[in-house]
């Protein structure tokens, strides 16, 4: 079974400019989740979905954070514009609602930095 | 709020036990999470307790009491590939509602 996907790997921006990252995650996870993850810090979330509902985003800077999960399956999170202190790594992660919810699966991540 | 506290640091030597504490205060509690995360790598979960008392996975355990609001996990037979930081996590109000400590970086010495 595939685990969770994300993508790019890795992303080098100027300051002032938009950048997206997307996630596929595990077949049949309804609940998937976008952290963000400082150096030397756990990962702090940034906005939970149930399905295609965003049920948790009171973390999410909204103002220049945005994302979205159609159909409920794969999620893309967009920064527009980026500034210097969103350099960081962003993590996307899912679970099964029913059976061990607080189980999470993580993807590789997207190393993001701003110049 | 929900906030964790656990040790920044724990080094070890190869072959022994270590033990990392995490305490937690938070409304709603659901139960307690561990997971590891070598440099570079995705955090992977390692266990959950929702009830008091040891869980045991193989050379790694996770204790919790709840009316202390503290847990630990511990880990037996340390192996240098154990060398990786561990963060315990927090499920408040569902058990798919997690808020993470900021992480023990552990190092195991030969």
């Known amino acids: 079974e595939a685990g969770v996907v994300q993508s790019p790997r890795y992303k080098i921006i100027e300051k002032k400019q938009p950048v997206a990252f997307w996630c596929n995650p595990i077949?049949?996870?309804?609940?998937l989740y976008w952290y963000r993850q400082n150096l030397g810090q756990g990962p702090e979330l940034l906005i939970r979905?149930?399905?295609?509902?965003?049920?948790?985003d009171s973390q999410l800077p909204k103002d220049r954070f945005s994302a979205e999960r159609l159909k409920g399956v794969d999620s893309t999170l967009k920064i527009q514009p980026a500034e210097l202190g969103d350099s960081a790594v962003y993590l996307c992660?899912?679970?099964?609602?029913?059976?061990?919810?607080?189980?999470?699966?993580f993807g590789p991540g997207t190393r993001l930095t701003v110049t | 709020g929900q906030s964790l506290e656990q040790p920044s640091e724990v080094t070890a030597v190869e072959g022994a036990i270590v033990q990392i504490n995490c305490t937690y205060q938070?409304?709603?509690?659901?139960?307690l999470s561990w997971y590891q995360q070598h440099d570079g790598g995705a955090p992977t979960f390692l266990s959950y307790?929702?009830?008091?008392g040891l869980e045991e996975t193989g050379r790694f355990s996770s204790f919790l009491s709840r009316s202390d609001s503290y847990g630990y996990l511990l880990l037996q037979e340390l192996q240098m590939k154990d060398s990786a930081s561990y963060f315990c996590?927090?499920?408040?109000?569902?058990?798919?509602?997690?808020?993470f400590g900021s992480g023990t970086r552990l190092s195991i010495r030969p």
């Open positions: 992660a899912s679970s099964l609602e029913r059976g061990a919810p607080y189980e999470q699966y």
């Open positions: 077949s049949g996870h309804n609940t």
């Open positions: 979905y149930e399905n295609e509902e965003a049920v948790d």
């Open positions: 938070t409304s709603g509690f659901y139960g």
């Open positions: 307790n929702a009830l008091d």
């Open positions: 996590a927090v499920s408040y109000s569902s058990a798919s509602k997690i808020i």
